[in-house]
């Protein structure tokens, strides 16, 4: 019975970050916070491209990745989730966070396209400024559907908040015309010289 190679390498991926969960995520606050995130990801677009294993190393590292290696109360850790998403931990260049569960320093954001790293990021971008404005509730999902809120400008305590746009445009596909167009070369200025002696 042959089974595809990648199947057999997502199974295994699945069980090594399982056991790295039991091993180091089992803190009650990292759980819920990891709940929380899985929450937002399904109510706001912009989350969409952040995979559950991207959602659980994320949870971890806000809850546990501090100076004094205790876990930070639930709120703060919350808040810290959105503020290092929106400072740009997921973007190219950035240290971000590296898989413990592969070998070499593979930073897991990058199964993400450029694309939907700036999405990550500006959609946290706004979401840390209403926060900072007393919008948890919505954010939270106490008071409907907020999805709005990553698009649309909106007012808290008489603070307008613009949405953040996005960073990055992806460059236009060129077409197969265009291509070739582009590596037809141009004559060198020796050769250009030739030509017009001869015509003389």
Request: net charge negative.
């Amino acid at each position: 019975l042959a089974v595809d190679i990648k199947v057999l390498q997502s199974a295994l991926a699945a069980i090594r970050h399982a056991r790295w969960f039991e091993e180091n995520a089992s803190q009650s606050t990292v759980k819920v916070l990891i709940r929380l995130l899985k929450d937002l990801r399904i109510r706001f677009p912009g989350f969409e491209p952040l995979t559950p294993w991207i959602l659980d190393l994320l949870g971890h590292y806000a809850v546990m990745n501090n100076p004094t290696r205790q876990p930070l109360a639930l709120n703060i850790a919350y808040r810290r989730c959105l503020q290092i998403l929106a400072a740009g931990l997921f973007l190219p260049g950035s240290v971000g966070i590296t898989d413990p569960c592969e070998s070499g320093n593979f930073r897991v954001h990058t199964v993400m396209t450029l694309e939907q790293q700036d999405m990550v990021c500006y959609t946290a971008q706004t979401l840390v400024r209403i926060l900072s404005h007393g919008g948890y509730r919505k954010i939270l999902g106490q008071e409907g559907d907020a999805s709005y809120l990553a698009s649309e400008m909106s007012t808290w305590d008489g603070v307008i908040v613009t949405p953040s746009e996005k960073a990055y445009e992806k460059p236009p596909e060129k077409k197969e015309g265009e291509e070739e167009e582009e590596n037809q070369e141009e004559p060198a200025a020796g050769e250009e010289e030739e030509s017009m002696e001869t015509q003389e």
